[in-house]
T-cell receptor, first 117, second 109 residues
Framework: DAGITQSPRYKITETGRQVTLMCHQT?????MFWYRQDLGHGLRLIYY???????DKGEVPDGYVVSRSKTENFPLTLESATRSQTSVYFC????????????????FGEGSRLTVL | KNEVEQSPQNLTAQEGEFITINCSYS?????LHWLQQHPGGGIVSLFM???GKKKHGRLIATINIQEKHSSLHITASHPRDSAVYIC???????????FGTGTSLTVIP
């Protein structure tokens, strides 16, 4: 199916465990983003990527790792989950225009609800 | 410091009322989105604006670049419009989006 998909949609884990959230897009968009959404904070950027093998930190990167070996995939790993990482995580993508600048179009995955016990 | 501010935070309206949600931003932008999120649901872009005004059905979005302000209007509101509406801007000095904290709208039948 075309679009941007996240998996798993729901995950319960324990403190200290490693968790990977997957994000896959079929449009070959250059830009991909990981956000977390918490009450009172809105959407906060964790990491983003401008192209394969190019990633950069966002506002709240501590405790998270990303990789982008292929354009279509942008997994987010919590190396040792903590209770403060309980959140809803959204992956998003945007297309690059002429010169590589972001065109502004923004598409979100369905979200992954993570609970850390 | 929030680059994007929305008002009001919460809004309750009777069905049929005209609704306005406001967004002010402090950075130079190349695009602005109005996003909609239903309870427990995903996020979709209703509009992307860089100037002027756009209309889709009962929804109208306007932007004033000089004043760094945008509004989302809903005419003849309906209970299915109940959702969180989020303003997002793409900075013109980078490739990141900045988000408001959202306006939670409840439309009562």
């Amino acid at each position: 199916d075309a679009g941007i998909t996240q998996s798993p949609r729901y995950k319960i884990t324990e403190t200290g465990r490693q968790v990977t959230l997957m994000c896959h897009q079929t449009w070959s968009h250059s830009y991909m983003f990981w956000y977390r959404q918490d009450l009172g904070h809105g959407l906060r950027l964790i990491y983003y990527s401008a192209a394969a093998d190019i990633t950069d930190k966002g506002e709240v990167p501590d405790g998270y790792v990303v990789s982008r070996s292929k354009t279509e995939n942008f997994p987010l790993t919590l190396e040792s989950a903590t209770r403060s990482q309980t959140s809803v995580y959204f992956c998003a993508s945007s297309e690059a225009g002429i010169g590589g600048a972001n065109t502004g179009e923004l598409f979100f995955g369905e979200g992954s609800r993570l609970t850390v016990l | 410091k929030n680059e994007v501010e929305q008002s009001p935070q919460n809004l309750t309206a009777q069905e049929g009322e005209f609704i306005t949600i406001n967004c002010s931003y402090s950075v130079g932008i190349s695009a602005l989105h109005w996003l909609q999120q239903h309870p427990g649901g995903g996020i979709v872009s209703l509009f992307m604006l860089s100037s002027g005004k756009k209309k889709h059905g009962r929804l109208i979005a306007t932007i004033n670049i000089q004043e760094k302000h945008s509004s989302l209007h809903i005419t003849a509101s309906h209970p299915r419009d109940s959702a969180v509406y989020i303003c997002a801007v793409l900075s013109n000095t980078g490739n990141q989006f900045y988000f408001g904290t959202g306006t939670s709208l409840t439309v009562i039948p």
